[in-house]
């Protein structure tokens, strides 16, 4: 069946938690990703990485750049009753992350791949009596969260009314890259720099899930061939 072709719901019979970077992804997954899961018996889940922690009020913050230790901890202390893979931007990743350096002279899904197996290794070596690539299925965002918005960014302007033409520019940029995961990794060029100099009030947690919805499952996952690939990893699981 094709990824956008709907299955008779069935009851769950694996569980996958999905290791995500803040409240936009894990709402991503809720809202866009639960239900398709469930459909092929896989309960899914976000877990945000915890990123601070105020001690005093018992509570936790999430999202943004974080330490690579907190991310692996997360992971090695998951049991083997559980799959679980991990949904990162690769833009803005930090080089405490295994596989960074070699992942940085290459590009595109090149470089992408090349972290996520670094972080299936370094997981395994955690691990050594744990078939850690049966149960860990690792990937990275080419280049992060808003290339996925990139693939209809026109549906940005029911949000920000009058900014129709920075957004109808941002459109044709898009275009000449060739493909919204093309859409670089620079501090100038990255998904969400090119959205803020067209819209310099975008908010990321307030429109980025009802964005994607707008824009559709079925043409987000045609336009965007390593998400697209990692799906299809995912629900063969069930």
Not at 107 to 115: E, I, R
Not at 172 to 191: K, Y
């Amino acid at each position: 069946r094709g990824l956008g072709e709907e299955f008779v719901r069935r009851e769950p019979v694996k569980r996958l938690i999905m290791i995500v970077e803040g409240p936009t992804e894990a709402e991503f997954v809720r809202e866009i990703l639960y239900e398709r899961f469930q459909a092929r018996g896989i309960d899914c889940s976000p877990r945000p990485v915890v990123t601070s922690m105020d001690e005093r009020h018992g509570r936790k913050y999430s999202g943004g750049v974080f330490n690579y230790a907190k991310v692996k901890a997360d992971i090695v202390e998951q049991g083997p009753a559980v799959f679980y893979t991990t949904m990162f931007d690769y833009y803005g990743r930090i080089k405490g992350f295994p596989g960074y350096d070699e992942a940085s002279r290459l590009s595109n899904y090149a470089a992408v791949q090349k972290l996520e197996q670094s972080l299936l290794d370094d997981i395994q070596k955690a691990l050594p009596n744990f078939d850690a690539s049966g149960h860990f299925i690792p990937n990275f965002l080419c280049h992060e969260f808003e290339a996925l918005l990139l693939t209809d960014i026109s549906k940005l302007a029911g949000f920000y009314i009058g900014k129709e033409k920075e957004i109808s520019r941002l459109a044709q940029e898009v275009e000449e890259c060739g493909n919204p995961e093309f859409v670089n990794t620079s501090e100038e060029t990255a998904p969400s720099k090119r959205i803020l100099k067209a819209v310099p009030n975008y908010d990321k947690v307030l429109c980025g899930t009802v964005v994607a919805d707008d824009i559709g499952f079925e043409k987000i996952v045609a336009s965007c061939r390593h998400f697209r690939e990692w799906l299809e990893r995912l629900y063969v699981l069930a």
